[in-house]
């Protein structure tokens, strides 16, 4: 399957596989919330570890390349399962301007739509990054961590809850620096003399 749309500038190819889903309209739905507090930075190793071992649970779609404007992610490996009204992606995994992104996550119908997902980004090069976006070109270098989750029961877009955090490193041959222009271009007005450690 092949979906381009150049109005929005979104398109993704080399898509082959199955996408399993199960609907239960009774609202007897039942599924349990993973915890919140367990996936935080606090675990962040321990979750890496977990979701970088790929699953052979569910059925497998991949997708070969997505592109939005200048985003561009490589392949992408999702595990799906579902029954009793719950579909979960058991497992997704894609790479981003060297980096990868895990995830994981369910979509099931109780009062409305009720979905989870959390996505770890593990090694994403802002430098590759701010290459793609001319403006921003040359202003950060580093390597990007985080961890996302998102969630909501049934009320919609003003439901949705969750949280996102984010924090920079060395590694891969990639420093932590910001430019100067960068920082100009923040303040609105020249800069010199300044050193920053952290």
């Not at 996505?119 to 701010?130: A, E, T, W």
């Not at 620096?177 to 960068?182: D, E, I, P, Y």
Request: charged share 20%.
């Amino acid at each position: 399957v092949l979906i381009d749309v150049p109005s929005q500038k979104f398109k993704a190819d080399g898509i082959t596989g199955s996408l399993p889903f199960s609907l239960d309209f009774s609202g007897n739905t039942t599924f349990k919330t993973p915890d919140e507090a367990h996936f935080a930075r606090d675990n962040y190793s321990l979750l890496l570890e977990q979701l970088s071992k790929e699953s052979d649970t569910g059925q497998l779609l991949r997708v070969g390349n997505v592109s939005f404007g200048p985003l561009s992610l490589g392949e992408i490996r999702l595990r799906t399962s579902a029954e009793s009204g719950v579909t979960r992606f058991v497992s997704l995994r894609s790479t981003l301007y060297e980096g990868a992104i895990l995830g994981r996550g369910f979509v099931a119908i109780k009062n409305g739509i009720n979905y989870r997902t959390d996505v770890l980004i593990n090694g994403l090069s802002l430098k590759q990054f701010c290459e793609t976006i001319p403006k921003i070109k040359g202003y950060i270098s580093g390597r990007l961590d985080g961890v996302i989750s998102l969630s909501s029961e049934g009320k919609g877009v003003a439901g949705i809850t969750g949280f996102t955090e984010l924090w920079a490193r060395e590694g891969s041959g990639e420093k932590m620096l910001v430019s100067k222009t960068f920082l100009q271009k923040l303040s609105g007005k020249q800069l010199s003399g300044f050193f920053f450690r952290t």
